[in-house]
Every structure is written in structure tokens, then in C-alpha cells.
């Protein structure tokens, strides 16, 4: 079954950064794209951006460009979110999510805790 | 960014239909999803392009709806169902989630 694995949790400084995985299997890696997504109480799910798993190809939310860099490793089926120059304002839970055709995502992450604080 | 409204939260009774909605401040033609989230779990799909039933869902679950407002219902609802529903687009660029609505069986 498709499944989505990621890395733990990250306890950061700020002003840090940090890499977050997201280990896919049970389908065709480079068939879907990867979207993240970020939760927090305060402001809810906030969409960060894809990555085509196949060319490389991005597509950010403007709020997050800058701080979001999304990559992929095809060899081991896993994408990867890098975030950096930390604030507490980047604590949240950070999900990957399959891509399916017209972006919906159909099968998540469990989700990466990310604490920032010094 | 195109905003989505939800209620904040509702309560019913098992066996009861429920319907949740969630509007948009600007045309999103049907591209509207539907996803659960249980406490502490990551959200799943429910519905996707507004009507369709993922599959694997109860067809206790229906979504209907274009342009700018969508409704997602349950009938009959049942204790399972307890979960924060989000609505989310991507029709227009960045996609966006509604704020979710949370429900509550009495």
C-alpha cells in the first residue's frame, strides 16, 4: 500500500536549519508529485509547496520561498524539505503528501514536529 | 490567496445527517478536496473534485458544490466520524485550506 514515511522529530535553534525526509513506497516514486504542508494551531494547514518527483520542478507558495527548499533523491523514493534561518514562528508539524492529478493529495505523512527555541 | 470559510464546529447525534460547509471568496470552479483529521493522526482524503468519493471511503460520505460554495454531508453520521474536517483547493495558486470544522457527536 502507499505509504509515506518521515523523519522525527527536530528540536532547532533558531537561526538553524533543518532537513526533513519523506520516504515514499508502494507505488511509482516519479509518477506523483510531493506537496508539504505545514500545521500549526494558530494558523492551520498552510501549503509550503511541490516538488515533480520526476524533473525536479518546483512550485512555492510565495510565502514560503526563501525559507522552504524542496528536493528529491529518485534513488531512494524520498523527498526532501529543507527549512532555514529558524524562528519560533516555524514550530509546527510538517507533512509530505502525495500529489495525485489535480492536486489532491492523496495519501500523507504522518508529520514532522519541528520546535524551534533556544 | 483565495479564502476558505468553514464553521468552526458543529455537534449532532449519531445516526443523524450533518452537513458541513465551506465557501470560497473566489471561483474554484470543482477543484475543492475534503479531508478528515483525527487527533493526532495526519489528515486523509475523503472527497476530491468536490463530488467524488476516495476510494476506500464510506459511501456514507458525499461532497457537492462549484464555483465558490461546496458541502460536504454525512449520513448517517456515526461516532467514528469525530474529526476536524478540512476544506482545501487547487484551483487557484497557492492552494489553500479552509480553517476547519470540527465535529463533535453529542
Known amino acids: 500500500q502507499v505509504q509515506l514515511q518521515q523523519s522525527g522529530a527536530e528540536l532547532a535553534k533558531p537561526g538553524s536549519s533543518v532537513k526533513i525526509s519523506c520516504k515514499a513506497s508502494?507505488?511509482?516514486?516519479?509518477?506523483?508529485?510531493i506537496s508539504w504542508i505545514k500545521q500549526t494551531t494558530g494558523q492551520g494547514l498552510e501549503y509550503i509547496g511541490y516538488?515533480?518527483?520526476?524533473?525536479?520542478?518546483?512550485n512555492y507558495n510565495e510565502k514560503f520561498k526563501g525559507k522552504a527548499t524542496l528536493t528529491v533523491d529518485k534513488s531512494s523514493s524520498t523527498a526532501f524539505m529543507q527549512l532555514s534561518s529558524l524562528t519560533p514562528d516555524d514550530s509546527a508539524v510538517y507533512y509530505c503528501?502525495?500529489?495525485?492529478?489535480?492536486?489532491?493529495?492523496?495519501?500523507w505523512g504522518q508529520g514532522a514536529s519541528v520546535t524551534v527555541s533556544s | 490567496d483565495t479564502v476558505l470559510t468553514q464553521s468552526p464546529a458543529l455537534a449532532v447525534s449519531p445516526g443523524e445527517r450533518v452537513t458541513i460547509s465551506c465557501r470560497a471568496s473566489?471561483?474554484?470552479?470543482?477543484?475543492m478536496h475534503w479531508y478528515q483529521q483525527k487527533p493526532g493522526q495526519q489528515p486523509t482524503l475523503l472527497i476530491y473534485?468536490?463530488?467524488n468519493l476516495e476510494s476506500g471511503v464510506p459511501a456514507r460520505f458525499s461532497g457537492s458544490g462549484s464555483g465558490t460554495d461546496f458541502t460536504l454531508t454525512i449520513d448517517p453520521v456515526e461516532a467514528d466520524d469525530t474529526a476536524t474536517y478540512y476544506c482545501?483547493?487547487?484551483?487557484?495558486?497557492?492552494?489553500?485550506f479552509g480553517g476547519g470544522t470540527k465535529l463533535e457527536l453529542k
Open positions: 503528501a502525495r500529489g495525485a492529478p489535480a492536486y489532491v493529495m492523496d495519501a
Open positions: 508502494g507505488y511509482t516514486f516519479t509518477s506523483y508529485y
Open positions: 516538488i515533480n518527483t520526476g524533473s525536479g520542478g518546483t
Open positions: 473566489e471561483s474554484v470552479s470543482t477543484l
Open positions: 473534485l468536490a463530488s
Open positions: 482545501q483547493q487547487s484551483w487557484n495558486d497557492p492552494w489553500t
